[in-house]
C-alpha cells in the first residue's frame, strides 16, 4: 500500500513520468491501489474546498479542463465531503451547489470507490486509473481562492437585505417572461419593469444604509461558460458597471468575481443570466444561413455579443441615470453613491491587488457587430 501512495505522489510531484507511474498503477493489485487513488482524490478536493473553492466552480473547471468521467468524479468528491457535516453547519449555498450537481455518496464504503465506479459509470479500470491519476495532477496544480462562501464547518449566514428576496421574487418573474416571449416588444418592457424595480430598490437601499445600517460590500463568482467567454465576460461587465459593481475576469478558471452590495450582485447575477438567454435567441434568429463557413460564423457570433454587450451597457446606464434623476432626493444621494463606490473598489483590491486590464475586442464581422447592437436595442432597459 505504501508503495502505490509513493507512485501516486511522486507522479503528481513530477518525480517520475506519468506514463511510468500509470503503468504500475494499472499492474498493481487492485485492493492497493483503488483506496489510495480514492483517498488520494478525496484529499485533493477537501484541500481546495477548505481553500475557498465552491462545488459548482471545481466543477465547471474540471469540465472545462478534463474529460470523460472526470467532472461525475467531483461529484462524488463533494458528496464524500459532506458526509463528515451535520446539514446545520453546511452553508445554504454550499448544499444548494450540491444539490444541483445531484451529489449523493451512492456507494459504500472508501476503498471499493473505484470498482463501483466502472459499473456504476460505465467505465473501464484501466481507463478510469487514468482519469483519476490526471485529475488528482490537475487539482494539485490549483491554488487556494479567496473563500466567499463557507466551506462545511464554517457555515455563517448569507447577509441579506431585509425584504431583498420578495423584491428578487418579482425581478425573477419579470425576466422569465421576457425570456419566454418572442415578441421583442413584451421582451423589452418586462425587462426595462424589471431594471425599473432593480433601480429603484438599490437606490433605497443605499439611503437606508447611510442613516445608521452596517451595510458592507462582498463578493461573488459568477461562472462564464464556453464558448465566447471573453465575450460573454464583458457582457457581466456592461452589466455590472451599470448596477455600481466592480468586476474581476480569470479566464483561466472560467469564473468571473463581482464586487459590490448585496442587490447590486443579485442584480448583476440576475440581468446578466437573462441578457444571455436572450442574446443567444436574438443571435439565433440573425446568424449566417446557407453555406456559412464556421470562420464566418464565429466572427459572425463573437462580433455579435460584443455589441450587444456594449449597447446593453450604454442602455444600462441610460435607465441607471433615469433612475436616479428620479429619486427623492438626487443630492442626498451623489455622495452615498460616491462613497459606496469607494468601499466596493477597496474590497476588490485588498482581494485582487494586482490586475490586468483586458483588451479590447476586435470586431471582424459588421454584420454581428450590428445584429447585436440591433438585438440589444431590442430588449433596451430604459
Known amino acids: 500500500m505504501e508503495t502505490v501512495r509513493e507512485t501516486i505522489g511522486a507522479v503528481v510531484g513530477g518525480r517520475i ?3 511510468d507511474g500509470l503503468d504500475t498503477l494499472t499492474v498493481a493489485p487492485a485492493a492497493e491501489v483503488d ?13 481546495l474546498w477548505r481553500g475557498g ?8 473547471l474540471v469540465t472545462r479542463r478534463g474529460s470523460g468521467v472526470q467532472p461525475l468524479l467531483i461529484t462524488d468528491a463533494v458528496a464524500a465531503y459532506l458526509r463528515d457535516f451535520r446539514p446545520k453547519t453546511v452553508d445554504e449555498r454550499w448544499r444548494e451547489q450540491a444539490g444541483e450537481l445531484d451529489a449523493r455518496p451512492w456507494w459504500g464504503d472508501d476503498a471499493g470507490y473505484l470498482r463501483q465506479v466502472t459499473t456504476h459509470r460505465r467505465v473501464d479500470r484501466v481507463t478510469l486509473i487514468d482519469a483519476v491519476l490526471t485529475l488528482i495532477t490537475l487539482l494539485n496544480e490549483l491554488p487556494p481562492i479567496e473563500i466567499l462562501v463557507p466551506p462545511p464547518g464554517q457555515a455563517a449566514p448569507i447577509r441579506r437585505a431585509p425584504g431583498n428576496d420578495a ?7 419579470l425576466l422569465a417572461k421576457a425570456e419566454a ?12 419593469k424589471a431594471q425599473e424595480l432593480i433601480s429603484r430598490h438599490s437606490l433605497d437601499e443605499a439611503m437606508l444604509a447611510s442613516e445608521g445600517g452596517a451595510v ?14 471573453s465575450e460573454k465576460a464583458s457582457l457581466l461587465t456592461s452589466v455590472a458597471r451599470a448596477n455600481r459593481c466592480h468586476v474581476v475576469w480569470s479566464p483561466e478558471f472560467g469564473f468571473a468575481t463581482v464586487f459590490g452590495f448585496d442587490a447590486d450582485i443579485d442584480a448583476v447575477d440576475l440581468l446578466h443570466t437573462s441578457l444571455l438567454v436572450q442574446a443567444h435567441r436574438a443571435m439565433a434568429r440573425t446568424e449566417p444561413r446557407g453555406k456559412a463557413g464556421r470562420a464566418r460564423l464565429k466572427s459572425f457570433r463573437q462580433s455579435f455579443l ?6 446593453i451597457g450604454e442602455r444600462l446606464a441610460e435607465a441607471s441615470r433615469a433612475a436616479l434623476d428620479q429619486a427623492g432626493d438626487p443630492a442626498a444621494l451623489l455622495p452615498v453613491l460616491a462613497s459606496r463606490d469607494v468601499q466596493v473598489r477597496q474590497a476588490r483590491d485588498r482581494s485582487f491587488p494586482s490586475t490586468t486590464r483586458g483588451r479590447g475586442f476586435r470586431v471582424a464581422s ?3 457587430w450590428e445584429s447585436g447592437r440591433e438585438a440589444a436595442d431590442a430588449a433596451r432597459l430604459h
Open 53 to 60: 473553492w465552491q462545488p459548482a466552480e471545481l466543477h465547471r
Open 181 to 192: 416571449t418572442t415578441f421583442p416588444a413584451e421582451a423589452e418592457a418586462y425587462t426595462a
Open 167 to 173: 423584491k428578487l421574487e418579482r425581478v425573477r418573474a
Open 366 to 368: 459588421l454584420e454581428g
Open 306 to 311: 460584443v455589441g450587444y454587450a456594449v449597447r
Open 35 to 47: 483506496p489510495a487513488l480514492a483517498a488520494a482524490l478525496f484529499d485533493a478536493t477537501a484541500r
Open 17 to 19: 513520468g506519468y506514463e
Open 216 to 229: 458592507v460590500p462582498y463578493a461573488r463568482r459568477i461562472g462564464v461558460d464556453h464558448p465566447y467567454e
